[in-house]
């Protein structure tokens, strides 16, 4: 007679399908959070994944809550509970989704204060040794602040991505999306791939690479930002986001189209997405011309 399946046994087979179609990050988010709960029902002496109903579950939010969870760190593993409950709802082990009556902390909203722009001009204008190195990271500096990036999405670009004046990028959910490149972004990237292959091997597909010649990795990035930062002056801490917060917030500024903006973002929570309408490439291309303020200054002209 076949055992029953355990909480830990149906996680890992969960983990295994969302495997299928989400990223590795995604996945490795899940699998940490679902561990928590694993150990939460071992102490408890639970093992029988239809035992999971809206009290245990609220009993384990509030015991990570006790330990110092932060409110989006406790959002995040309401989701992975969530989404594991529908797994097991679609399997026959639960009649209902237990999650839906719970909640959580409300998070505090501290989106980073955007760089100024004449700051950030004076920053990004900054010359760098034309070394292959210092060719990549201007190249990097100006995608990100050009077309808001996510760093997830500009550390997974490939060279096939790259498409002159626009980029194709896949942003969460897998859902792929194009954003212009400002010409100031587009030579930046062409000089570095003028250099490129004096650091990437031949057949190798990742747009920007390390001195190794493999995929530069997240942390990487985040680093080479914050040491660029203080090498070019700028009195400030400066990481991917920041950058993609300030590409935000000076387009709308200019723009005044939220629209367009939540677009060229590749916003996709669904409290959000209702109110957005699909807009077709030439009015967002439109819109980003007019107002971004990098897209269309010559390379002598003063910030």
């Known amino acids: 007679m076949a055992k029953p399946s355990s909480i830990a046994d149906r996680i890992e087979t969960f983990l295994a399908a969302l495997a299928a179609h989400a990223s590795p990050a995604t996945v490795a988010a899940y699998q940490h959070d679902l561990a928590a709960l694993c150990t939460f029902t071992n102490r408890r002496d639970v093992t029988d994944p239809a035992a999971l109903d809206t009290a245990l579950l609220r009993a384990f939010l509030g015991a990570e809550r006790s330990r110092g969870l932060a409110p989006r760190s406790l959002a995040r593993r309401r989701a992975a509970l969530s989404r594991f409950a529908d797994y097991l709802v679609k399997q026959g082990v639960l009649v209902d989704n237990p999650v839906g009556l719970l909640r959580t902390p ?162 996709a929570n669904l409290s959000t997405t209702q109110i957005y309408t699909r807009l077709d490439w030439q009015h967002l291309a439109t819109s980003y011309d007019a107002a971004h303020p990098r897209a269309k200054r010559s390379p002598g002209s003063k910030p």
């Open 106 to 267: 409300k998070q505090p909203s501290h989106l980073p204060r955007p760089v100024d722009v004449d700051a950030l001009a004076r920053f990004l204008d900054t010359p760098h040794d034309g070394s292959p190195l210092g060719t990549r990271d201007q190249a990097i500096l100006e995608l990100f602040y050009s077309s808001g990036l996510r760093l997830a999405e500009l550390a997974a670009l490939d060279l096939g991505d790259l498409q002159s004046s626009r980029v194709r990028v896949i942003g969460k959910g897998g859902k792929p999306r194009q954003v212009p490149v400002g010409r100031r972004a587009q030579q930046a990237l062409i000089d570095w791939l003028g250099c490129r292959s004096a650091l990437a091997p031949a057949g190798e597909l990742a747009l920007f690479v390390g001195q190794r010649g493999a995929r530069l990795g997240h942390r990487a990035i985040q680093k080479r930002l914050a040491q660029l930062s203080l090498a070019r002056g700028l009195p400030e801490h400066l990481h991917p986001h920041r950058l993609r917060h300030s590409f935000a917030s000076h387009l709308l500024e200019s723009s005044q189209d939220l629209r367009a903006v939540q677009e060229l973002l590749g916003h």
